[in-house]
């Protein structure tokens, strides 16, 4: 198990940034998959974006070009970096942690809450 701390959200104008984290503790961090979800009102939760011990990345069809999914292994956080932001990626946005193979034994943090509005 891992326990996980999200921090970064916040109200932000459409086309701005924001860059969320996650730290996390409990476990060896290098070896897991790390993931973004996000659940917007009355929808869903959906993986925006994810991370693997090689540092191989996926993301949802429409943050493409626009998210990037990071990790730091020394300071055990991985980051999720969000530009050209629009109305629609307004939703609590998750971090998850699991090990390969494995997710459904997903860690997960708090959430924090993501606002794009003008």
């Known amino acids: 198990q891992v326990q996980l701390v999200e921090s970064g959200g916040g109200l932000v104008q459409p086309g701005g940034s924001l860059r969320l984290s996650c730290a996390a503790s409990g476990s060896i961090f290098s070896i897991y998959v790390m993931g973004w979800y996000r659940q917007a009102p009355g929808k869903q939760r959906v993986l925006v974006a994810l991370?693997?011990?090689?540092?191989?990345?996926n993301y949802l069809d429409s943050v493409k070009g626009r998210f990037t999914i990071s990790r730091d292994n020394t300071k055990n956080t991985v980051y999720l970096q969000m530009n050209s932001l629009k109305p629609e990626d307004t939703a609590v946005y998750y971090c998850?942690?699991?090990?390969?193979?494995?997710?459904?034994?997903?860690?997960w943090g708090q959430g924090t809450q993501v606002t794009v509005s003008p």
């Open positions: 998850s942690a699991w090990l390969p193979g494995r997710s459904v034994e997903q860690s």
């Open positions: 991370i693997n011990s090689g540092s191989n990345t």
